[in-house]
């Protein structure tokens, strides 16, 4: 149900839209946005009129701009606000000129030529008529979406920027929404998820009146209110130089500004599940539809301020969302009958006793040239007495099938589940007129909200997801425009933007481990409490929290943009020089899974060690209930602790930009940029800067010295042995390097230089209401890696085996469920230990010089208009993007033995006495066991479990599309009826 009402031109009319809106809701519950006129103006011969007095008025407000003509004729007027426009051009001699109801659109360059007729200037002469509907004031493309498109195209939500996927070489890429996905399309939503001219997802900007409200991976942190658009603008290929920052396209929106005449609408848009089709979910088990109540209100109001018509107007808008809407899910749960440990082979499993793991070969005590196989459990049942207790109860919290019931997975359907959606986002702007050489202008928009998704469906304390996750926005602009001269007008913009965020994912942080019977506190440092930990078992829903991320997720994205610029007009060249100034200043407390996190899978189960031989091959739920985590995989049971982080860096762009007007229907863009992106510096130094190659390892000698005798000794104990000990390396080098610390710089990346973006198109209508252009730019996308954190973040693994063979763990005592980490936590040493850092585990690095990704963006088309307003345009366009990095692990081992590894798994995986026990800390993941797998011997630099490269810049793609768009200009200018 929609109520909708909108009022006129006086106050009188306004209390009644209020009133009766009220009734109605009782029923039924940088980078510059504004336009440009440029062209030429000439007298009936064609000769060029210089000195000509241009002013442009806007009809709303009658605010006006002027300007002159050079001494070739060329006008140019800038900073014009999207809207509707009478253009009056006069000059000594001939008859004033007036071109009535010309119409701008966001970033709009309108090449307007005027031919002045001889007579006296108090004669006037008034075109009236249809304006051209294809642009030849310059080489970019685009589509604009005016009033009528965004607020009567049928929108879903009434979010502005689902329209842009009607815009040709836009794809919008998210297919994933609801409990488990992308939340949806609101206002409270926000998205990187758009490919724009063959732009990789995450390359593209957002602008609010020409203010970036993106962060730099793409995502737009604003969706304005739909009634607070005036127009917004997809920009595919854009070759005006004053455009920087982005390796796809722009999305510019302009907020709407008041008005000499009081305007506004109340509104609410309501919407239940009368017309909504059930679930498949819930016909499969005969449930009823779930309840969906959804309002999304407010008003849009401007006009004058009273007593200062043609000097001041306003505009404001609201936008509420109230949501409860139906989530149903279908999530994995244990069977009962497996929860006891009797009936496995009922489900046909066969489950194998983990503490019978031996050598197939008898007699061969280092399992060297074999392998390593249990035993089935007798009867294929596991013994009451081998039951862990709190395996069994962790298991209790699953709730019982309730569909599906001969299967193993899908059998819980939770058919109730419903989802919360709740925010307020006000907005306001507010113009001043100082007269005619002065404007100014300033906006703010506000939003705070919450939603709630349970994604297991499961009730507290079981359940996790988005629970009751918040997010605020805020930003504020500011613009001043002054008229220099007739032909150089200057105008200043700064912003600030600022995004903060929380997403607990916890549905009962007081629901405590004891409750689980697990006696040692094990959370990290960077949490209170002692929550219980997450809990995924193999083929099943996890457990009280999200698995492999944040127990309650903070973050602040804060951004000053400054941008001054100047344009001239001189001779045929229209010239525009501008900077743009950004900083960034970026906080974020993420803790990972600092309560801790046990996977449990088939591996202490199946038949063989090294080996899995089917989903029916051992059981994770028998794992569980014989209290045995794993850490195989991202899945690993740890306990995650990390530091807080404050990061900012600052960003300074230089453009200068060309119009030329060669001819009177032939238009040369020439730009010129230069990006400037310094990197990331944290306030603490809490980053790492690289991997040290030159120096040896400080425990090298250490490690080789006993490696040394441990094979030595080995050969001669088994001289019949298939495979030798490996042999140790010459020595070892590196470690992890830090900013800030031992003459490393504070900055962990090389500033890139190289960020030089020519740009150049053309505009050519060499036929009546038929333009070519095209186009070529170079364009940089600010680096978006952080750098690694490592010593600063640190995961405590849990060690499974102190052998390799058998459990670590039993029912009680060290390494059980009851005292998992007996070693305690790996120390978060910050920088101290140096290349230390993270021995006996794996880490990764990002390296110096990671240049800026680099897009080479060009298009060639032809826009012709047709008979009946219509539009076609067909275009070539291509994006070649270099730069884009790729990880790379250099510590793997050679070709060569994982050849033989392929051939004989024995031999990357036959266990050896550890040159690392006793050296490295018994909470690594090679230092915890006298035995150590031949694999990890093998790699170039074993003190590491592997060393991976983050930032290899070598990868690139391209992109090449033929796009065709057609479009029918209704009556009153209005345009529809897209065809892309």
Known sequence: MICCCQWGNSMKNLGKALLLGMACAAVAFAQDYRATILGQITDPSGATVPNALVKATRLDNNQSVEA?????????????????????????GFATMRRESVVLQTADKLNIPLKLQVGDVSQEITVVGEQETIDTGTASRGLNFDPIKTQEYPLNGRQTYMLLALTPGVIFTQEQFGATGFSGTRGWDVNSSYKINGGR??????????????DKDGTWQLAPNVEAVQEFKVMTNTYDAQFGRFNGGLVNTTLKSGNNEYHGSVFEFFRNSVLDANTTQNNRVGAVRG???????????????????????????????????????????????????????????????????????????????SRYIRDLFPEDKIPAGRISPIGAKILSYYPAPNGNFDA????????????????????????????????????ATYQHGYEFRNQTGFAPPA????????????????????????????????????????????????????????????????????????????????LFGLSNSDVAAWSTYNQWDFAPSLTMTRGKHSLHFGVELNYVAKGANNPGNAYGQFNFDRFWTQQLRDQGQGSKDGSPVAALLLGLPSNTGN??????????????????????????????????????????????????????????????????????????????????????????????????????????????????????WNGIAPRVGFAWQFAPKTVLRAGVGIFYQPQTQENTTTGFTQSTTY?????????????????????????????????????????????????????????YQYSVGFERELPYAIVIEVSYSGNYTIHNTQNFNFDDVSQADRAIGVSDP???????????????????????????????????????????????????????????????????????????
């Open 463 to 542: 359940g996790s997801g988005d629970i009751f996750s918040q997010r605020t926005d805020q930003n504020y602009v500011a613009d001043w425009t002054h008229v220099l001269s007739p032909t150089s007008i200057l105008d200043i913009r700064g912003s600030f933007g600022r995004f903060t965020s929380l997403f607990p994912r916890y549905t009962d942080f007081s629901f405590t481990a004891d409750k689980l019977g697990i006696k040692q506190v094990i959370h990290s440092p960077s949490v209170t409490g002692n929550t219980a930990p997450v809990v995924t078992v193999q083929d099943y829903s996890q």
């Open 68 to 92: 002159r003509s050079s001494a070739d004729g060329v006008y140019s007027i800038p900073f014009l606000n999207p809207g509707t426009y009478r253009l009056e051009a006069s000059a000594p």
């Open 906 to 980: 024995n031999y990357l995986n036959r266990q050896l006495p550890s040159p690392f026990f006793g050296l490295l800390p018994a909470s690594s993941g090679s230092g915890a066991s006298q035995t150590i797998n031949a694999f990890e011997l093998l790699r170039p630099i074993p003190v590491f479990r592997g060393i991976t490269n983050n930032t290899l810049p070598i990868n690139h793609y391209r992109y090449d599309a033929l796009q065709v768009r057609f479009e029918k200009r209704l009556a009153g200018g209005a345009k529809s009826g897209i065809l892309t």
């Open 799 to 855: 060690v499974r085996s102190l052998d390799g063979v058998l459990p670590s763990g039993g029912l009680t005592g060290p390494y059980s469920l009851e005292q998992p980490y007996p070693n305690g936590l790996l120390p978060v040493a910050g920088a101290s230990l140096g290349l230390l850092t993270n021995v006996g585990n794996g880490i990764s690095f990002d390296t110096r010089g990671v240049p800026m990704p680099r897009s």
């Open 201 to 214: 997802t995450g390359t593209n900007q957002f602008l609010l009146n020409g203010a970036p409200i993106s």
């Open 408 to 443: 193993l997975a899908q059998n819980f359907f939770a058919t109730g589940n419903t989802g919360r959606y709740h925010y307020n986002q006000p907005m306001g702007r507010w113009d001043h007129n100082f007269g005619q050489n002065d404007r100014f202008y300033a906006l």
């Open 635 to 752: 899945d690993a049971s740890r306990v995650d602790y990390r530091d807080t982080f404050y990061r900012t860096r600052p960003y300074y762009g230089f453009y200068t930009q060309d119009d030329w007007r060669i001819t009177p229907t032939f238009l040369l863009n020439i730009g010129l940029r230069y990006d400037i992106q310094i990197p990331w510096i944290e306030r603490y130094n809490r980053l790492n800067a690289g991997y040290d190659f030159n120096n040896k390892n400080p425990l090298s000698d250490q490690i080789i010295a006993k490696w040394t005798q441990l094979k030595a000794q080995y050969d001669a104990d088994n001289p019949g042995a298939k495979y030798k000990y490996p042999d140790p390396p010459a020595a070892i080098y590196g470690g992890l390097l830090f900013a800030g610390v031992q003459g490393q710089p504070r900055r962990p990346y090389d500033t890139d």
């Open 291 to 369: 309840k969906h109540n959804q309002h999304q209100y407010g008003y849009a109001t401007g006009g004058p301020i009273p007593g200062r018509k043609n000097k001041d107007w306003f505009f404001t808008s609201l936008e509420g969302w109230r949501e409860v809407i139906p989530f149903s899910r279908v999530s994995d749960v244990p069977p009962a009958a497996l929860r006891d440990g009797q009936h496995f082979s009922d489900f046909g499993f066969k489950v194998y006793d983990p503490l019978t793991t031996h050598c197939e070969q008898a007699g061969n005590p280092t399992c060297a040239g």
